[in-house]
């Protein structure tokens, strides 16, 4: 697992006893599933929750923990641009992020403010734990679909356009290539509109296309489809 440009020696020692995590998230019963499972993990502990990036600072300082667990979204504003505020009050702590959905954009912005990864909420709660122990031990943590992005930011490669389409997006790539509008998408994905909406918003935004005509002639010539 490559290593994070964030790491230091505070999160290997971390790993090798209890792993004191704060845990900043809005929703009480969201938060209270999250502490539940965190707090019945061997070496794991929630020593503190915040339901605001602003208690989150204070916690944080308070508290000097070894993981910040960071949702996304909170009523005070995004979770990630408070990365850097938050390592600045206690540096040797790491941040993981979070968030509902995430893209291959967030997973660049998170690696740039010093953040050690971002996990999506549709995880199950064994891949969460093992995230909060990989970050803990100096590691960076992904979704899959979005450790490569970062690696591409690192390393400075231009990944391939398209490359970072997940499944269902690739879905709905191909059924717009079939002239499906957004209502005929929904009923063959068995999906609401409005998350056909947003599928079809995020593989303009990963294809650099403004319309969704633009988006099928960019597949295309790029063998994206056929």
Known sequence: MPQSPSSSSRPAAAAAGRIRIVLVEDHDMVAEAIRMALDRTAH??????????????????????DVVLLDRRLPDGDGIDAIAGLRAAAPDC??????????????????????????????????????VRRVAAGEVAFSKG?????????TGRTPERGAT????????????????GSAEISRRLGVALNT???????????????????????????????
């Open 165 to 180: 389409l997940t499944p269902r997006e690739r879905e709905t790539l191909a059924l717009l290539g079939e002239g499906l």
């Open 94 to 131: 790491r941040v993981l992020v979070l968030a509902g959905e995430g893209s291959a954009s967030d997973a660049t912005r998170v690696a740039a403010a010093g953040g050690a990864g971002l996990i999506l909420k549709a995880d199950n709660l064994g891949e969460l734990r093992d995230a």
């Open 44 to 65: 794991l502990e929630v020593v503190g929750r915040s339901a605001s990036l602003a208690a989150a600072l204070a916690d944080v300082t308070r508290l000097r923990p």
């Open 196 to 226: 056909t909406r947003n599928h079809i918003q995020r593989v303009l935004e990963k294809l650099g296309a403004r319309s969704q005509l633009e988006a099928v002639t960019t597949a295309r010539r790029e063998g994206l489809l056929r």
């Open 146 to 154: 979005l450790l490569g992005a970062v690696l591409d930011r690192l």
